[in-house]
């Protein structure tokens, strides 16, 4: 198929290449309700600008957009360190924008840089993520992007995760190993990929030992949080009195779960056993120290980065891009909550 | 005295008024040699762009810059997450830069963020802060300016800050009117001002109710971190055995401390109180729980860009900005750690 050009666009508007090229670079001397229709007609038509174009905007704006969930999780916080440092070094800048777990301001904030320019986006995606629409168009309108952490399997970009089923199946097989029988998984929520693959490694990690897989031992938490951590600790052992362990989704869910033991003379680890996720540095100083999954945040950042950035260069030179996925390695932090 | 001109900037190097203008756009036709030889003579002669010309800036990128020490730091990761939702609420980009306590860095990222025209710009100074010609640049060219939590007092601009000095002194009284009499403080780097006047309040604390200030009490955090904490508050055991409290720069240098007495048992707060400043998360989890002074970042943020758009929208309309200053009230939140 013959590629979409201005003249097209033009054409098919009955104005001017030139108004219809003032209008996708956000001249201000172009009505609004033109570039609108500009805007409109480009992302219907699919249209994208041709590499030469690229490279004039590559050259203009030197930012690339974050978009995290939330920015006071030190996970997250740890992510932004990597990827603000690895820009520095380019001498690039990051905008950083928060999706408080809603895939309405995701997408709005979506728009919000590509109408900015920025040489390419990094994302990590709101819980609730349900259709890809607005990832994809920063896809068709070739601007270089970057998923990490949250990822949705259906886009065809680069990304950078751990093995989660991996890692939770390690994590999970760490407590059968100590002796635990009777293991609950306080979960994330229902939608995001990373939550499904702690939660099926957690599964296989009992199938493999030969352990029932109880429905009813299995929590979901929806804000995934200290709070969520702390009642389902108290409500499963109000009806699980013979509970030897606590598989949580992250450190946060699993200290509120410690908190709840510690308070009731529930002995951790010697009754039950407590493993988080993400290695938090809260784990290391609360009592008993948080047994955890090491999730490796600020290396994940400088990764993602350089993919944007190899991304980014390979359209500088007219060549072509095949997205790559990068699996960082986690490890188990051994530490008092468990017994071994 | 007449306001330097464009033309006066054109007479001087012999140039066009038009390739001075266009140069300090930054327009690519410009060459870069004439571009620096523009920007050198207009920063010499204290050149500052009209109000008009400052409209059209401000139109063209709803951006704003924020420089912070570190952003793993939960307090600053609080006043981002307060910089962004406001920022969104208004349609505008956050940019973030970690000057990593180097004002080195701070500099160069303040040039970065000129050149991008930014709208306005947030900072939190570096420790090692000793001249402050970089900012003095920023008011100069009349880029909208807010200092928070990290001040100088030297600079003319508005500031959101906490009043370090009464938090320190209510929180070392605490400690007194706990009945406890040889108070140790681990206090930040010698530079910033706000660890200048957390000292000064605890000084102040012990001269209100007449304890001799001892020297040999005072320890200095270089990197303000747990592994400080933990070696002051173990040589000053050493040292003196008879010390009944511990006023900590911050609460991460206080969870170091408590570590350290925790694992040789000396007793906290029975022997030997404790109290932190800035009420991380962790301090609520850790065992015995901090008593700390609530430092409220989130609220820091938001007020810090609310007298950033203030001050913007002055400029738009060509009236006068008079800075302001904002002190946040702080509180003392009553955990474990103390006797009180």
Same sequence: chains 1, 2.
């Avoid at 013959?2 to 508007?13: F, G, R, V």
């Avoid at 751990?162 to 100590?178: F, G, K």
């Avoid at 995001?192 to 493999?208: F, H, T, V």
Wanted: hydrophobic share 40%; charged share 25%.
């Amino acid at each position: 198929m013959k590629p979409i050009t201005l003249k097209d666009l033009a054409l098919k508007l009955n104005i001017s290449v030139t108004t219809v090229s003032k209008a996708l670079k956000g001249y201000s001397d172009v009505s609004k309700s033109t570039r609108d229709a500009v805007f409109a007609l480009a992302e219907e038509m699919n249209y994208t600008p041709n590499s030469v174009a690229v490279n004039l905007r590559t050259r203009q704006t030197n930012t690339i957009g974050v978009i995290i969930p939330t920015i006071v999780h030190q996970f997250f916080s740890k992510v932004i360190d990597g990827i603000i440092e690895e820009a520095e070094k380019k001498g690039y800048l990051v905008i950083t924008l928060q999706s408080n777990e809603s895939v309405k301001l995701e997408k709005k904030q979506i728009d919000l840089l590509l109408n900015k320019r920025v040489d390419g986006i990094l994302i990590s995606l709101a819980n609730d993520q349900k259709e890809i629409k607005h990832l994809q168009k920063v896809i068709n309108k070739k601007t270089p992007l970057v998923l990490f952490d949250k990822i949705s399997k259906s886009l065809v970009c680069s990304k950078v995760v751990i093995n989660d089923r991996e890692a939770a199946y390690n994590a999970v097989t760490h407590l059968i190993q100590s002796g635990c029988k009777k293991i609950a998984h306080f979960r994330g929520p229902l939608n995001p990929q990373n939550s499904i693959d702690r939660y099926l490694g957690y599964r296989k990690a009992l199938e493999d030992n030969n352990i029932k897989f109880d429905k009813s031992l299995i929590y979901t938490c929806e804000d995934v949080s200290f709070e969520e951590g702390y009642k389902f600790a108290e409500d499963i052992y109000e009806k699980n009195k013979d509970i030897d362990a606590v598989f949580a989704i992250t450190d946060l869910v699993a200290v509120g779960a410690i908190a709840y033991f510690n308070e009731n003379n529930i002995a951790v680890p010697n009754q039950i056993s407590v493993i988080g996720f993400s290695n938090w540095f809260m784990s290391s100083v609360i009592s008993p120290s948080l047994t955890t999954v090491d999730q490796p945040g600020y290396k994940m950042g400088k990764k993602a980065l350089k993919l944007l950035f190899k991304e980014m260069n390979a359209q500088k030179k007219g060549k072509e891009f095949i997205p790559e996925t990068i699996v960082l390695p986690t490890k188990i932090i051994k530490r008092n909550s468990t017994l071994i």
